[in-house]
């Protein structure tokens, strides 16, 4: 079993570049999350989607767009890259628990 | 709104010393509470979660909580730690409906 894959595992960027992180659960799970990770933060969540079809703001969901776009996939799109969020970002998918993806790890310059 | 308070944000411990890292968490109503693990280079998976009854929980690799609704805590033990338990700790909690809570994390190094 896959689980949940999340790619790319890697990023570098430039301000202002834009990019989307591909995530995909083959659990039949409805809920998706994602969390970015930064030290001495812990995890912040930063979109969900409860179901297909629908997306809500978490904590920090300033400078990101989500897209649900089936039951199995939900992206996360940064616009306007900016220093501030370079982080580590984990996709997951709840199921009686939270599974998670292996995590991106994102440098804005 | 709910939160979550980890005490300790580094804890060393050498090899078969006893852990226990401290989780307290805020909101008036009925929680679930969790504890997950991320080792070094990896993704966080579940030790162990609590929804109800027995407010001792068991979970892998030998670990246990309590839950003591009295003073809103969810500590996480485990009488004999071993290096391969270095990691970062995060305790979670929700309610009802509602997304995760994350605190932010107790670092744990164990020494040879």
């Known amino acids: 079993n896959a689980g949940v894959t999340q790619t790319p595992k890697f990023q570098v960027l430039k301000t202002g570049q834009s990019m989307t992180l591909q995530c995909a659960q083959d659990?039949?799970?409805?809920?998706m999350y994602w969390y970015r990770q930064d030290p001495g933060m812990g995890l912040r969540l930063i979109y969900y989607?409860?179901?297909?079809?629908?997306?809500d703001k978490g904590e920090v969901p300033n400078g990101y767009n989500v897209s649900r776009l089936n039951k199995r996939e939900f992206s996360l799109r940064l616009e306007s890259a900016a220093p501030s969020q370079t982080s580590v970002y984990f996709c997951?998918?709840?199921?009686?628990?939270?599974?998670f993806g292996s995590g991106t790890q994102l440098s804005v310059l | 709104a709910q939160s979550v308070s980890q005490h300790n944000h580094h804890v060393i411990l050498s090899e078969a010393a006893s852990l226990e890292l401290g989780c307290n968490y805020s909101?008036?109503?009925?929680?679930?509470l969790f504890w997950y693990v991320q080792y070094p280079g990896q993704h966080l998976q579940l030790l162990l979660k609590?929804?109800?009854?027995?407010?001792l929980v068991k979970g892998i690799k030998g670990f246990e909580a309590e839950f003591i609704k009295s003073k809103f805590s969810f500590n996480l033990r485990k009488p004999s730690v071993q290096w391969s338990d270095t990691a970062e700790y995060f305790c979670?909690?929700?309610?009802?409906?509602?997304?995760?809570?994350f605190g932010k994390g107790t670092m744990l190094l164990v020494s040879p």
């Open positions: 997951a998918s709840e199921g009686g628990k939270l599974f």
């Open positions: 659990m039949n799970h409805n809920s």
């Open positions: 989607s409860a179901s297909e079809g629908t997306t």
């Open positions: 909101y008036g109503g009925t929680v679930n």
């Open positions: 609590y929804f109800s009854g027995d407010p």
């Open positions: 979670a909690i929700n309610s009802g409906y509602s997304t995760l809570t």
